[in-house]
């Protein structure tokens, strides 16, 4: 679950990423009957929800007939600060990931990640670092590692490490924050809390990888979760 809109006092559009259809869009109308066969409750970020719904062609967006969960939340939307990075990863993917087409591989990650995250009761602080990293495979920008030396600097703009400073721009990080990318890169969401960062670093390498996205993403826009997730895990 991305985000929802309202359209109506009763209805709202959902958009969502699916396994068959990439990104869709669905019209969902509220009862308020408690017999209803569709909850508001299950339309909460990064919720993983089975939908049945009237698919026809040449419809844009398409009616929810019924709507059920997938897999029941156990912690993430009761905890402070794994809501706060579903609502931040839910916008970020929201503006992100826009292919209106089946990418089996892309929802396995998501779904993985999200339950992932669920599941984990510690030691999560850098799992959207981590998450935002390995999402890039998937957008067709993952940095490439093959020129890494020590002391490298990392070309934002060209996805790549040099041993020198880019000339013609100044997208780049210098060799600290360079290494300490390539650890990302490395890490696993089972290992990522043996890296050690505090509350500066963090924000400094969640907005370095917000940049290296909108250099390689048209029309990226500001997010508004993103101030809120930058006060976290102090």
């Not at 993983?48 to 007939?65: Q, W």
Request: hydrophobic share 40%; net charge positive; proline share 5%.
């Amino acid at each position: 679950m991305l985000r929802t809109v309202k359209y109506k006092d009763t209805s709202f559009i959902a958009d969502v990423y699916t396994d068959v259809l990439g990104r869709a869009s669905f019209m969902v109308t509220m009862s308020r009957s408690r017999k209803s066969s569709v909850k508001s409750v299950l339309f909460q970020p990064l919720a993983l929800v089975e939908l049945e719904a009237d698919i026809r062609p040449n419809t844009t967006i398409y009616k929810v007939k019924e709507a059920k969960s997938d897999y029941p939340f156990s912690s993430l939307p009761y905890d402070p600060y794994k809501s706060a990075i579903a609502l931040f990863l839910a916008e970020f993917l929201c503006r992100t990931v826009r292919e209106e087409v089946e990418n089996r591989p892309l929802f396995t990650y998501l779904r993985h990640s999200i339950v992932w995250l669920d599941e984990c009761r510690s030691g999560f602080s850098n799992f959207h670092l981590v998450f935002l990293i390995r999402l890039s495979r998937f957008l067709g920008f993952y940095p490439n590692l093959e020129g890494y030396t020590q002391g490298a600097c990392f070309d934002l703009l060209n996805a790549c490490f040099t041993p020198f400073r880019p000339s013609g721009h100044s997208y780049y990080i210098g060799s600290t924050e360079a290494a300490q990318l390539l650890t990302l890169t490395r890490v696993k969401y089972d290992t990522m809390h043996l890296l050690a960062m505090n509350r500066t670093e963090r924000i400094r390498c969640l907005t370095v990888i917000e940049q290296y996205y909108r250099l390689h993403l048209p029309d990226f826009p500001e997010l508004k979760s993103l101030e809120i997730l930058k006060e976290l895990f102090d």
